[in-house]
C-alpha cells in the first residue's frame, strides 16, 4: 500500500534561508511520480514540482528543487532563499503506475520568520 | 486559475441532511479526483474516477457517494451528514500520464450543524 510520511508537523526559518521539507515513501511499485503541493492560508493547492521515479537528474522549478533519493525512498523538498510568501502548509504525495491514485501526506506547515 | 470549478464555496447544512457538491474538470482532463480535508489534517482521498468511470477508491464512507457524467463533471453525495463530516472538499482533475500533476478547484468548506 501507499505510504507517504512527512515527518516535520511545524518549522520555522529565517527570511532569506534555506529549508529542507522531509518526506519519505514507502512502495513497492518500480514506476511512481512524486510531487509536492503548497497550501496557502487561503487554502487552494498549488502545484510546485514533480519527480518521477526513473528520473536521473533532481527536478527543479525556480527556488524550488527536489532532493531525491531513490534508495532511502526520500524525495525532500528544498526551497532557496526563503520569503515571507512561502509560509503555508507543504504536501508531499504520490502516484503509482499501477494504481492512479494520488496519496498525500500529512504536510509541514511552514513559518518565514523577518 | 487553475481551470478547475467547484460550487458551492460554502455550505452551511444540519446534522442528518445530504448535500451535493459539483465539480466541473480542467478543459482536457478526463480524471476527476475528490479529497477530503479535516482541520490542519492532510487530504484524504476519497475516490477518483475516469472518463465515466470509477478508477480507485479511497476512505469514503458508505454515506457518501460520487459519479462522473459525460461531459465529465462530477459530484460527491453526502448523506445522513454528522458534526464530523464538517471540512473543505477538493476536487482536482488530471491529465493521462504519471507526471500529470493534480490541479485543484478551491474546494467546498461543508459545515455541519
Redesign the interface.
Known sequence: AQKITQTQPGMFVQEKEAVTLDCTYDTSDP???L?W?KQPSS???I?LI?Q?SYDQQNATEGRYSLNFQKARKSANLVISASQLGDSAMY?C?M?E?R?????????TRLHILP | D?GVTQTPKHLITATGQRVTLRCSPRSGDL?V?W?QQSLD???Q?LI?Y?NGEE??K?NILERFSAQQFPDLHSELNLSSLELGDSA?Y?C?S?GTG??S????G??TRLTVT
Open positions: 514506476s511512481y511520480g510531487f503541493y487554502g487552494e493547492m502545484f514533480y518521477g504536501f504525495a502516484r503506475v494504481d492512479d491514485k494520488i496519496i498525500f501526506g500529512k504536510g | 487553475s480524471s479526483y479529497y489534517q492532510g487530504l482521498f477518483q475516469y478508477r480507485a479511497g473543505l477538493f482536482a488530471s504519471l507526471n500533476p493534480l490541479h485543484f478551491n474546494g
